[in-house]
C-alpha cells in the first residue's frame, strides 16, 4: 500500500462515492488535471525567464498576488508583460534548465491504459508548454492555458472565459465545470493559484514542500505530497483496487 499525506484511507474516503460505480466506468468518469510549471516540469518557467530577463520588480506583483491584492490572472498578466525578448531567446534560454519530473511518461501511459482524460492545467506561456511537450512526443496531450502573444511591448495573455460563476481562478473553475459534467476530478499542483482547485478536486496532489503542500497541510485539506509522478499512479491504483472491493462486497 502507497502511502502519502496522512493515510490513504483518509485520502481514499474523501472519494468514497465513487464506489457506487462499476469499475468500467471509471474512465468515463475521471480526469486528471496537471499543473504545468513547477509541477509536471521541476522548474517554474515563467519565474526563470522573469528573472532572467525582466525588471526584477515582478516579484512585487507576485507578492500582491500572494496576499489576495490582484487575482491570478491579473498578477500573470501584468508579469508577463515584462518579458519582452524574442519567442527563440526564451525557449533557448528554458532549454538547458526545464526538466520533466520523474515518470511523467508513466502518467502519461497510464491515463492512455485507464483512457482517462489527462489535461494540462497552467496559467503560464502556453508556447513554452507546447514546445517542451513536442521535444517528449506529447503533442497530443491537451492543454488548458491563456493563449500568449508575443509582441513588442512583451507577452499578452488572453484567458479563457469563465465558465462559473462562484470560481476564484481558471483553475478551480475548470474543476468545477469538470465536476458539474459528471467527472470525478484529480488534480496535481505546486502553487498558490493551484489550492482553489486542490481544495475541491476529489483527488488532490501537491509537490512535496511546495506553496501549496503547505496551504493544503495548514488548511487541513487532506491532499497527497509527491516528488514524482509514480506516486501517482501508485496512488490511484491503489484507490482502484479499494474500490472494486467495495464493488465486489
Not at 7 to 27: E, G, K, N, P, R
Not at 41 to 57: G, H, S
Not at 90 to 110: G, S, W
Not at 152 to 165: C, H, N, Q, T, V
Request: aromatic content about 10%; glycine content about 6%.
Amino acid at each position: 500500500m502507497h502511502l502519502l499525506c496522512g493515510t490513504l484511507h483518509a485520502w481514499y474516503f474523501i472519494c468514497h462515492d465513487l464506489a457506487s460505480c462499476q469499475l468500467s466506468d471509471v474512465s468515463m468518469e475521471c480526469v486528471v488535471l496537471t499543473d504545468f510549471d513547477g509541477t509536471m516540469v521541476t522548474i517554474d518557467t515563467a519565474q526563470f525567464l522573469l528573472e532572467r530577463f525582466a525588471p526584477k520588480n515582478w516579484r512585487i506583483i507576485e507578492e500582491q498576488f500572494e496576499r489576495g491584492e490582484m487575482t491570478f490572472e491579473e498578477s500573470m498578466e501584468r508579469e508577463l508583460a515584462l518579458l519582452k525578448v524574442s519567442e527563440l531567446e526564451m525557449l533557448n534560454a528554458l532549454e538547458p534548465a526545464t526538466h520533466f519530473r520523474p515518470n511523467f511518461h508513466k502518467m502519461v501511459e497510464y491515463c492512455t491504459r485507464q483512457q482517462f482524460q489527462l489535461v494540462v492545467i497552467s496559467g503560464g506561456i502556453d508556447f513554452c508548454i507546447r514546445h517542451f511537450l513536442a521535444l517528449k512526443g506529447w503533442s497530443n496531450l491537451e492543454i488548458y492555458a491563456p493563449k500568449a502573444k508575443h509582441t513588442l511591448d512583451g507577452i499578452e495573455l488572453s484567458f479563457p472565459d469563465r465558465l462559473e460563476k462562484m470560481s476564484t481562478n481558471m483553475k478551480d473553475d475548470f474543476v468545477m465545470y469538470q465536476m458539474k459534467r459528471g467527472k470525478k476530478v484529480v488534480y496535481i499542483g505546486n502553487g498558490v493559484s493551484d489550492y482553489p482547485a486542490a481544495r475541491i478536486a476529489d483527488l488532490p496532489f501537491a509537490i512535496k514542500g511546495s506553496k501549496l503542500a503547505q496551504l493544503c497541510r495548514n488548511s487541513g485539506v487532506p491532499c497527497g505530497e509527491i516528488t514524482d509522478f509514480q506516486q501517482v499512479v501508485d496512488s490511484t491504483e491503489d484507490w482502484l483496487s479499494l474500490r472494486t472491493k467495495e464493488v465486489d462486497h
